[in-house]
């Protein structure tokens, strides 16, 4: 469950911790098919998009609120606890009211002080885990500020997500690593756990193990991958999603470290 992220420092500070679930919620039988299947592979701490922030309009946008029962069930379903991408005051809200467990701010909203002051003014007085995503520019500062605004709407549990920088053109990564960047928070901020996301950063399954294994060479605290009960067929980032038996191997493959869930 998430607070051993947070209460990992006392007690072992080796062991990754693993957040998985789908890119987006699409439909209810794709989210309970794929926390079923997770499940049995040990995973039990989920995330999956609700609103999506995409780049260009005219792509799938999540499926928005009616998605929130859905989780709200296969929570009571099975004893798990449930991560989604909050992006404004309303979401955070929406999310709050049907018991989401852990919120995460997305790339394109870390970018916009703004957007994370609306979001940090609406959590003002609650209690819940908060994941910031770097921005999706390599600006440190942003990161940092992000933290800072959330920290002082008095939210205690907070985590950084490491997903990578946008790149001009093809590279090989979606989002280059810079791992110098993550590197550097953890001198600036080093209570905070650190996630790396291996499937925004690869943009394709076949790069996921070793940007893992990188995370874990480095010392990160956690993984957060996107698995899809079929991933070709997924409407959000088909490419890069494992299924449920391939995110099993490669956590079981992960060199040197154990992983808890
Ligand atoms: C996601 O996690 O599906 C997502 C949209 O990520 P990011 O904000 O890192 O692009
Ligand atoms: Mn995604």
Known sequence: MISKLFNKKETDSVQPFIIS???????????FQTVEALYEEGVRVFRGGVWKPRTRPGTFEGVGTKALPWIKEVKQEFDIEFAIE????????????????ILWI?????????????????????????LIKNPI??????????FERIHAAGIEQTAAIHRGFSNFREKVYRNSPNWQ?????????PQIPMI???????????LVPIVSQKALDLNFDGLMIE???????AWS????QLSPKALGLMIRSLQTRKVHF
Do not use: M, Y
């Not at 679930?21 to 989210?31: D, I, K, R």
């Not at 600006?139 to 992000?146: K, V, Y």
């Not at 980032?237 to 890069?240: A, F, G, L, N, R």
């Open 137 to 146: 520019n390599p600006d440190l500062g942003l990161w940092l500020g992000a």
């Open 86 to 101: 909050v992006a404004s005051a309303r979401h955070v809200e929406e999310a709050l009211n049907v018991g989401i467990d």
């Open 227 to 233: 698995s899809h009960i079929n991933p070709n067929e």
């Open 181 to 189: 960047i993550p590197i550097d928070f953890r001198s600036e901020l």
């Open 237 to 240: 980032d088909s490419d890069q």
């Open 196 to 206: 790396c996301d291996p499937s925004h950063i690869s943009g394709k399954r076949q």
């Open 21 to 31: 679930g789908p890119c987006s919620v699409e439909t209810p039988e794709q989210l």
């Open 106 to 130: 997305g790339a394109r909203s870390t970018v916009n002080p703004f957007t994370v002051q609306e979001i940090a003014d609406s959590l003002e007085g609650v209690d819940v885990p908060v």
